[in-house]
């Protein structure tokens, strides 16, 4: 079968599988989510329009960590170090070289896969915790990297002064951020759905097997870590003219935390849960502003009830009720107890 073949199989494919999805209750609600937040410049202050926009870079950001981890398996930590990459080559070919925002994003995206592949070309031949260890060390090096070149970087304090797309128009950037993050997701959902995503899902459950089967396991996890490197690394371009600066601290590994955080709230290894994810997070973090005391201590509650309750996230599965019945049995028979 032909390249072309192949292409228009996974779109048939796709088409059939979006089908399938949007006429669930789930797939309704998303859609009547997405169709409300297309309709926030129209009605809503500068303010929620600023957090639906946030949120839109993060469902691309997000989705594409979920990409690597949850189809693969591969647990990267260099995954917000990737889209800081992004957002510095995007700001320095605009600032440096005049390069037009629409490409210098696209020369963001290149930029995140390209740096990914110094790690993962060796990496991908280990697994499980010695990945993740390898790419968190790579990921400190970046950042560390970010703060020592000043003068490509900008060192501690980051790059300033570039223009602003669409002449300043946050009503045009807001429409042009949303087209090209569903752009991407959309070809993200495809791959997912195609017979390359079948292949990720094999090899996350038994890499051997996958190999056994005739794949070459490590070229499809080279290709998956490069397509979610540079899909982050088109995040992190937008995300630059969407605050109009970079410093390191876009790459720290805070950053890296709140995206696996919002990654495992939604529902690791399904297409909507970073999209589910960013929604919550991002949501109760504008909620609690007022609460920056109590902020992690609920974030931490939150996560802890996520995970003993819903371990496959919000989108993954029902709340697991016997097990809930049965700690809420133990809480109540404690009480009890104590009382008498």
Known sequence: MSTVDD????????????EEDLFTPRGILLFLGVVATLLVPLFAGPYLQGVVLQMYI??????????????????SFTHAALFGIGGYATAV????????????????GVAGGLFSLPITIPALRLGGSYLAMVTLAYAEIIHLAAISFRDITGGPTGLTGFTAMFGGSRFQFFYFT??????????????????FGLIARAIRESEDAAQMLGNNTYRHKLA?????????????GLQVYNVLIISPQMLQINQMIRFMAMTVIGGIGIFSGPIVGVVAVLGLSELLRGFTSIRLLIWGFLLLIIILFAPNGIMGSSVQSDLLKEQANTVRNALRGDSK
């Open 58 to 75: 993060f469902f691309l950001a997000v989705a594409s960590w979920n990409f690597i981890a949850g189809y693969f398996g591969m647990f």
């Open 178 to 195: 949303v087209a090209v993050v569903g752009l991407f997701l959309a070809v993200q959902y495809v791959l997912t759905v195609s017979r």
């Open 7 to 18: 292409i228009k199989l996974a779109l048939r494919r796709s088409r059939k599988q979006a």
């Open 93 to 108: 070919s605009a600032l440096e070289l005049g390069v037009n925002p629409i490409v210098a994003i696209v020369i963001g």
């Open 224 to 236: 998956g870590f490069f397509v979610g490197s540079a899909l982050a690394g088109v995040a992190g």
